[in-house]
């Protein structure tokens, strides 16, 4: 069973920083691109970072770019998302992510649609 656990939110002030911790189990990890996500109260759900199936590669949404950095720890089974300088418009529910298949051998997104098993996500509150 393909199991998905965020960990890491919680309250922090502006210019603080977080690290959410996502442990996965069910699939081999090593073989999946691995995205983050995030829900504000009203708004889409969109990416905001993913590591790439083939070479590990990050890429990140441009409103977090410098700010967030995503890592893959095959020894433990974990992607990582380090938040630094929060803005209170990070505040959200965040989610962890498996790339689906592709018929075009696309080996990254950040598209809520191309994303197969999710997690139950962990809530990030930034206050000014």
């Known amino acids: 069973e393909v199991r998905l656990v965020e960990s890491g939110g919680g309250l922090v002030q502006a210019g603080g920083s977080l690290r959410l911790s996502c442990a996965c189990s069910g699939f081999i990890f090593d073989e999946y691109a691995l995205g983050w996500f995030r829900q504000a109260p009203g708004m889409e759900r969109e990416g905001i970072s993913c590591?790439?199936?083939?070479?590990?590669?990050?890429y990140y949404r441009d409103s977090v770019k410098g700010r967030f950095t995503t890592s893959a720890d095959s020894a433990n089974n974990t992607v990582y998302l380090q938040m630094n300088n929060l803005k209170p418009e990070d505040t959200a529910v965040y989610y962890c992510a498996i790339l689906g298949p592709s018929d075009t051998g696309m080996d990254w997104s950040l598209a809520v649609v191309d994303f197969d098993y999710w997690g139950q996500g962990t809530r990030v509150t930034v206050s000014s």
């Open positions: 590591i790439s199936s083939s070479d590990r590669a990050a």
